[in-house]
């Protein structure tokens, strides 16, 4: 068995989308201490949870824990991104959808910066094959008839 390591250069895309996977990250830190100071887990912000409902303090909690998943996730997708491995855009969508269930109104600007991160990497679909072939037709089938038979043929 071969294992072949594609170790591309350091491109500008995938440093500009290590960056913006990053930076999305970074500036949604607050939302998940937030949302524990909210249950009482933790005092960042000093926020009063008043009389809230024993049951919305429980679910501010597992949102906030989920969160910081998700931004380890999203972490994870940049460092990703910038040692080229090819799993770093399903991460970093992953972790822009991800964020956007567990913090849904202040998560959409974080999001948008770390969907424009997988944007910047590219599908890897869409990358071609050194013979200038797509890579979607495996096979290279050639001479294939696809017409339809007549009225009166078979």
Do not use: C, K, Y
Request: charged fraction near 10%; proline fraction near 5%.
């Amino acid at each position: 068995m071969t294992i072949s390591h594609n170790r591309q250069a350091l491109t500008q895309n995938r440093v500009i989308a290590a960056v913006l996977g990053t930076l999305g990250a970074a500036s949604a830190i607050p939302i998940p201490l937030a949302q524990l100071d909210f249950a009482g887990l933790i005092n960042v912000f000093n926020i009063d949870n008043g009389d809230s409902p024993h049951a919305l303090l429980v679910i501010a909690g597992v949102g906030g824990i989920l969160t910081f998943v998700v931004l380890a996730l999203a972490f994870t997708g940049s460092f990703l991104a910038a040692i080229g491995a090819p799993s770093a855009r399903a991460i970093l969508i992953a972790a822009a959808l991800a964020g956007l269930v567990t913090a849904m109104p202040l998560w959409i600007p974080a999001a948008v910066v770390i969907g424009a991160a997988a944007l910047l990497l590219g599908h890897p679909r869409d990358r071609r094959v050194s013979d200038g072939r797509s890579s979607r037709n495996l096979l290279h089938a050639s001479g294939v008839d696809t017409s339809t038979p007549r009225q009166g043929e078979s």
